[in-house]
């Protein structure tokens, strides 16, 4: 299977596919993305080739409540939330328009109910809304998005239900 779990190995290449990824803001450090997959390893995922190079991957982690995280700090252990925060999702530049978006998310909307969580929280950056509305994300009126995420981030959830 593409879909298999960050090792220590894979931050070269996850670092690379971010840089790519995010022309509106800034890409976060190493240190801050590994303490999303540290904080969840379960539910953070690459996507690789038949060479094992990556491809995509994607990091969410535990989160309390539906305020996200501000961008550009680690985030701490919480074993204790039966809610997920999509942190991020990214493609490969040169892998884009294969569906690799979408086993990654998919993927984790499946772990994510064998994992007994409630719902999945994301902030939509760069106009990508309708992505994730296709995979029944809503957007949540009336909460604060730190200014981190660009002026057109939306906050989305979606509820689990098994």
Request: hydrophobic share 35%.
């Amino acid at each position: 299977m593409p879909i298999k779990p960050i090792s220590e190995n894979s931050w070269p290449e996850i670092s690379k596919i971010e840089e790519e990824a995010y022309t509106e803001i800034p890409p976060e450090s190493a240190p801050v993305l590994k303490s999303k997959w540290l904080a969840s390893p379960a539910t953070c995922s690459v996507y690789t080739d038949n060479k094992n190079e990556i491809l995509g991957y994607l990091l969410s982690h535990p989160w309390e409540n539906e305020t996200p995280p501000k961008l550009y700090q680690k985030t701490a252990i919480n074993n204790k939330s039966c809610n997920l925060f999509l942190h991020d999702l990214a493609v490969s530049r040169s892998a884009r328009g294969k569906g690799i978006a979408h086993y990654l998310v998919e993927h984790l909307i499946k772990e994510a109910k064998r994992l007994n969580f409630k719902k999945i929280v994301l902030v939509a950056v760069q106009g990508s809304g309708d992505f994730w509305a296709k995979y029944g994300f809503k957007e949540i009126q009336g909460r604060e998005i730190c200014h981190s995420y660009g002026d057109s981030a939306k906050l989305m959830k979606i509820e689990l239900q098994r």
